[in-house]
């Protein structure tokens, strides 16, 4: 959208200001410390991550029948961490056969393998393995959020990350909350010249707007017990469950991330792959269990923090991986979490036995030492949390126990 002046700055949709501090000539990616140097990965986090990556890489490999070529495709790399670990996993056989690339838009850093290949976009095609870890939170998205009156509005942000609301959010963007965030959908969500009540009611809808009790006839299917003596207009409430294409009155203050630009990311990602797998590791979340506040936050130093577009921290927000996945329908996709995955390629929190102290003392201590650092990346509350989205193409579920 258009900037719009004001005396202590521009106001501007979250998406513009998010990729201008993130991407921009001064943006925090194309910061010297890198992303490590202000929050840590599973990649960061142990060298456990990039040997599963390189495992799942081999299974893919098999269920290609062990090309001539294989493609490793590291999207957001940061500074080549993740692409690096794997090679260096990869047994000899198979690491002669395959092409590693970057995608990454900061400059190549110095003193990189030489056999990766440094990017600013995806090759094409792809035949192997695109791996996009932690990279969709950070596509800048719009943000919405329900006025006093239930409807859905743009909010506008300024360099110093004060916010304000904007016009109603209207035509693809308001289709993709009605579809994937219902929960802060909004009483409206109107098209240019149509007033915001006119618009989406359902019979439910209506009855509230036109005061109804629930004694008139909101039964219990609606939500109300008659007998409650509760008021319609008092007690629809989003945490009650009940859903904006409903008809019902959204609260105030709900948040959404508006994922059309992670999607069409993901889509454009996944349509490089002429056989293989696609697989996007982010924080996550699906249609039944959105946040009713949204996700948007920023990170700056190892620590959380306040969401300022100026370039001086990470602005990220929680992925519909759902809603990214139906972009690109493709058969066999799936949604499971790191704790389900790692297992099934060789990362366990088991603790090794306590006799191989006596025996081997320093492999006991190695041992010790990576059975935490799996307890970690496998994390209820943590990074365990994580979701994977597998999208195959060509080739069966290579991540079937």
Do not use: K
């Amino acid at each position: 959208m258009t900037a719009v002046a004001n005396g202590a700055g521009e106001w501007r949709s979250w998406r513009a200001a998010a990729r201008e501090a993130l991407y921009g000539p001064r943006g925090f990616y194309r910061r010297p410390e890198g992303p490590a140097g202000h929050f840590r990965t599973s990649v960061h986090v142990s060298a456990l991550f990039a040997r599963a990556v390189a495992r799942l890489l081999c299974r893919v490999d098999a269920a290609l029948g062990r090309p001539a070529r294989l493609d490793f495709v590291d999207m957001a790399a940061g500074r080549g961490e993740l692409v690096t670990g794997v090679l260096a996993a990869l047994p000899a056989d198979v690491a002669a056969r395959t092409r590693a690339y970057a995608v990454e838009i900061a400059a190549r850093p110095e003193g990189l393998d030489h056999r990766i290949e440094w990017l600013p976009e995806p090759p094409r095609p792809v035949t192997g393995l695109l791996f996009a870890n932690e990279w969709l939170d950070n596509v800048p998205v719009e943000v919405a959020q329900t006025d006093a009156a239930g409807v859905a509005r743009r909010v506008l942000v300024r360099d110093d990350g004060t916010e304000r609301l904007g016009e109603p959010v209207t035509g693809a963007e308001a289709e993709w909350l009605r579809r994937w965030w219902p929960q802060a959908a909004g009483t409206g969500w109107p098209e240019e010249g149509r007033r915001p009540d006119e618009e989406h009611r359902s019979e439910q809808g209506r009855r509230v707007r036109q005061g109804l009790r629930a004694e008139h006839g909101l039964r219990a299917e609606h939500g109300l017990r008659a007998e409650e003596g509760l008021r319609a207009e008092e007690g629809l409430r989003a945490e009650e469950g009940l859903r904006a294409e409903e008809g019902l009155r959204a609260e105030e203050g709900l948040r959404a991330e508006i994922g059309l630009p992670r999607d069409a990311a993901w889509a454009s990602a996944v349509a490089t792959l002429e056989s293989g797998l696609a697989v996007a590791v982010d924080y996550a979340h699906t249609r039944e269990n959105r946040p009713p506040f949204g996700t948007l936050t920023g990170f700056r130093e190892g620590r959380e923090t306040a969401p300022v577009p100026d370039g001086s921290c990470d602005i990220t927000a929680h992925v519909a991986l759902d809603a990214c996945a139906a972009a690109c329908p493709l058969p066999g996709a799936r949604l499971l979490s790191q704790r389900e995955a790692l297992p099934v390629l060789g990362v366990t929190g088991a603790r090794p036995p306590l006799a191989l102290a006596s025996t081997d003392p320093a492999g006991y201590v190695r041992a010790l030492a990576g059975a935490g650092e799996a307890a970690e990346l496998t994390a209820p509350g943590g990074l365990g949390d994580f979701v994977w989205l597998l999208q195959p193409v060509g080739i069966p579920d290579v991540l079937a126990p």
